[in-house]
C-alpha cells in the first residue's frame, strides 16, 4: 500500500518506519530539511531501541522516503497519516495549528480519494475540522479517520508491531476497511481492531492514558500514606496487584510520571472537560498529586540534611522521565535538581541516553555531567536515583558505598532492598517503604 505520514517526531517517525517495514511504500513529509537529510542518511534525531536499524533498512531498500514537499507525497498516496505536534495552551489545550495546516497541505497536493488519518492524539471534534480544512481546499473524494497511537517510549517498535489493540473511528465502510488491510499483518495472532465513531475514537487515547496516570497518583498517594502508617507500599502493591480485578501494571509508587503524553493527555481531559462544562475532579487531583510527587526526594533530601544544602554534592542517576529514551520532557528529574540546586547543592547527573538532551534544552552547565555511574560518585555526598534504568539495579554497592562522602541512597524508584543496604552501612530512603 502508499502511504504518506505528514511529520517525522515520535509518532511519524515510528508509525512511518513500522508501515514499510511490513512491506508498505512509505513517504515522510517534514518541513525540516536538515532533518530529512539526516533520516535520509539514516540518522534519527530520538533514542528509541531498534527504530535506527529499522529505519536504515527500509530507506537503503527503498520502501520508506523522506522530503520536504507534500507534492513528492501525496499525489500517489492511499492512506495519509497526520502526525504532526499537538502542543498544549497554557490551559491545557490542544494546539491544533499543525494538524490544520497538515490538512490543508494535504487537500492542495491530492489527486484522488484519499483516506486522511488523524494518528496525533488530539482532542474530540479535531476529525471534524479537519475534514472542513479539507472540504476547502480539494474537490476529491476523501475520509477522515481517528487512529490513536499507543506507544510507550521504550518499547514503541514492540507496541506497533504487536498491538495490544488497533482503534479505528470512521463514518466510511471503504475507510474502514482500507484500514482493516492495512493494519492486518499486524494483528494475525488475534488482537482485535476496533471499530467505533470518530469522536469516541478520539476520546479513547485520552481516556486511556488519563486511567493509567490516575493508577500511578494513587499509589503515589498510598505510599504516602504508608510513610506515615509504618506500611510498606511494594508490599501493599503485590497485594492488590495480584486481584485480577486490578492487575499488576502501573502500580509502582515513585517519582510520578513525565514525558510527553501523561501530563499533556491529562491536561486536555481536565480543559476537554470544562469545554463541555463538566468539572473533573478526580483527573484534577491527579495531575495534582503527580506534581507534588516530583519534588518528595528532594524533600527526603532536605529532611536528612537540612534546607541549606550548600558545600553538598549529590550524584544523580538518572535524567530522562523513563528507562530506555532520551527524553527529558516533564522528567522528575528536573524538579529534584531544581529544587536541590535551589538550596545550595551542587550536582553530578548520568544518565545513559539524556545526558546530551539535558545539556542542550534544559539545564545546560548548571549542573556536571558524568560518563559512568561510577564516575558521577566522585566527590559526591549521597547517592539520587531518579531513572531506573536497568544499569543502576545491581551496581557494586561496596564501591558505591567507599565513593560517598555519606552511606545514604535516596531511591526514588524503589528499586533497591532497604534491608540489604541497612544490612550494608547505609542510610536508605524509598518511596512509601
Not at 507534492?71 to 489545550?93: C, L, M, R
Not at 498517594?221 to 502501573?250: H, P, Q, T, W, Y
Request: charged fraction near 25%; charge should be negative.
Amino acid at each position: 500500500m502508499r502511504i504518506a505520514v505528514i511529520g517525522t517526531g515520535y509518532v511519524g517517525l515510528v508509525a512511518g518506519t513500522c508501515f514499510a517495514e511490513s512491506g508498505n511504500s512509505v513517504t515522510c513529509v517534514d518541513i525540516d530539511e536538515k532533518k530529512v537529510q539526516r533520516l535520509l542518511a539514516g540518522h534519527i534525531p530520538i533514542y528509541e531501541p531498534g527504530l535506527e536499524e529499522i529505519l536504515k533498512r527500509n530507506v537503503g531498500d527503498g520502501r520508506l522516503g523522506f522530503t520536504t514537499e507534500y507534492e513528492d507525497a501525496i499525489p500517489d498516496a492511499e492512506v495519509v497519516f497526520i502526525a504532526v505536534g499537538t502542543p498544549p495552551g497554557e490551559d491545557g489545550s490542544a494546539d491544533l495549528s499543525y494538524v490544520l495546516a497538515a490538512a490543508r497541505g494535504i487537500a492542495r497536493n491530492m489527486t484522488g480519494y484519499l483516506v486522511v488519518v488523524d494518528k496525533s492524539t488530539v482532542p474530540v471534534g479535531t476529525a471534524r475540522k479537519v475534514q472542513a480544512a479539507l472540504a476547502e481546499n480539494t474537490k476529491h473524494p476523501f475520509d477522515v479517520v481517528s487512529n490513536p497511537e499507543f506507544l510507550k517510549e521504550g518499547a514503541a517498535i514492540d507496541d506497533f508491531m504487536k498491538p495490544d489493540r488497533v482503534v479505528i473511528g470512521s463514518d466510511s465502510k471503504q475507510a474502514a476497511e482500507l484500514m482493516d488491510e492495512l493494519y492486518g499483518p499486524f494483528v494475525r495472532t488475534g488482537n482485535p481492531i476496533i471499530h467505533m465513531d470518530v469522536e469516541s475514537a478520539e476520546l479513547t487515547k485520552y481516556a486511556a492514558n488519563a486511567m493509567l496516570a490516575t493508577r500511578i497518583s494513587f499509589m503515589n498517594e498510598i505510599s504516602n500514606l504508608c510513610i506515615r502508617l509504618g506500611a510498606n507500599v511494594d508490599a501493599v502493591r503485590r497485594g492488590i496487584g495480584s486481584d485480577a480485578r486490578i492487575g499488576s501494571k502501573f502500580l509502582f509508587a515513585g517519582l510520578g510520571y513525565g514525558g510527553s503524553c501523561f501530563p499533556k493527555d491529562v491536561k486536555a481531559v481536565v480543559q476537554t472537560a470544562a469545554d463541555a462544562g463538566y468539572d473533573f475532579k478526580i483527573i484534577q487531583a491527579v495531575e495534582q498529586v503527580n506534581e507534588l510527587q516530583k519534588g518528595l526526594v528532594a524533600e527526603l533530601v532536605k529532611k536528612h540534611y537540612g534546607d541549606d544544602l550548600t558545600g553538598k554534592r549529590f550524584a544523580v542517576w538518572g535524567l530522562s522521565f523513563k528507562p530506555n529514551t532520551d527524553d527529558m520532557r516533564e522528567a522528575p528529574s528536573l524538579v529534584v535538581i531544581r529544587s536541590l540546586l535551589d538550596a545550595g547543592a551542587k550536582i553530578t547527573a548520568f544518565d545513559p541516553e539524556a545526558v546530551d538532551e539535558c545539556k542542550e534544552h534544559y539545564l545546560g552547565d548548571e549542573i556536571d555531567y558524568a560518563t559512568t555511574p561510577m564516575e558521577a560518585l566522585e566527590d559526591a555526598t549521597a547517592l539520587i536515583l531518579i531513572t531506573e534504568w536497568n544499569e543502576f539495579r545491581r551496581p557494586d554497592f561496596d564501591r558505591v558505598k567507599e565513593m560517598l562522602a555519606d552511606p545514604v541512597i535516596f531511591d526514588g524508584r524503589n528499586i533497591y532492598s532497604r534491608g540489604r543496604l541497612e544490612d550494608r552501612g547505609y542510610t536508605y530512603y524509598g518511596i512509601g517503604t
